[in-house]
């Protein structure tokens, strides 16, 4: 069974600075996505970013961007510029790319509380 | 933008009582997900869909969960009889068909008292 380790449990950073949060997985599957969720004060779950595992080139979004390290199983979120409205619960999580299979769920990391210091 | 649509947002209610939790997936989107937020366990798949058919609803307690799709627009989670420890926050998700991430709705909060 697959994974996922956020060890982070707290982090803070002060707006417009750069903050990095680890996860690390662990599977014996060679393709797979993976995935960082964020999740305000309003609960809402939003996809911040993807990662194919098939892809070498690191996945960016705007300010948010990704270093997945596929033969040490990291895959830790950069956020850069923070700002106020960064700050969340923010969650990695697995999925194996074998879908067709019935295998199709997210495993999630416990999670990492973000704060933005004004 | 589309979005998944859960209902109730909030429920509180006496144990014992039944409760009907309801997703309308995004237009489209032929897999739907079922999964339970709590502190001590995170976040857990319960069941999912595909084209309204059960593929998996091994994280579910069967005797007293149950999930339906009546239609491609709907779907349903009932737990019956409530218990105290099935308050937690219930979330479904969607998505299209090949390898389309995940887009979960807000989520409904269930408060067994």
């Known amino acids: 069974a697959q994974t996922v380790t956020q060890s982070q449990p707290e982090m803070s950073v002060q707006e417009a600075e750069t903050v990095t949060l680890s996860c690390t997985y662990d599977t014996s599957e060679s393709d797979y996505y993976l995935f960082w969720y964020k999740q305000p004060p309003s609960r809402q779950m939003i996809l911040v970013i993807r990662q194919e595992a098939y892809k070498q080139q690191n996945a960016t979004e705007n300010r948010f961007s990704v270093n997945f390290q596929k033969a040490a199983k990291s895959f830790s979120l950069k956020i850069s510029d923070s700002q106020l409205g960064d700050a969340a619960m923010y969650f990695c999580a697995y999925r194996s790319a074998f879908a067709n299979f019935g295998n199709e769920k997210l495993t999630f990391g416990t999670g990492t509380r973000l704060t933005i210091i004004p | 933008d589309a979005r998944v649509t859960q209902t109730p947002r909030h429920k509180v209610t006496e144990m014992g009582q039944e409760v009907t939790m309801r997703c309308q997936p995004i237009?489209?989107?032929?897999?739907v997900f079922w999964y339970r937020q709590t502190m001590m366990q995170g976040l857990e798949l319960l069941a999912y869909f595909r084209n309204r058919a059960p593929l998996d609803d091994s994280g579910m307690p069967k005797d007293r969960f149950s999930a339906e799709m009546p239609d491609a627009t709907l779907a349903t989670l009932k737990i019956q009889p409530s218990e105290p420890r099935d308050s937690a926050v219930y979330f479904c998700?969607?998505?299209?068909?090949?390898?389309?991430?995940?887009?979960f709705g807000d989520g409904t909060r269930l408060s067994i008292l």
């Open positions: 998700a969607s998505r299209d068909k090949g390898n389309q991430p995940q887009h």
């Open positions: 237009l489209g989107h032929n897999t």
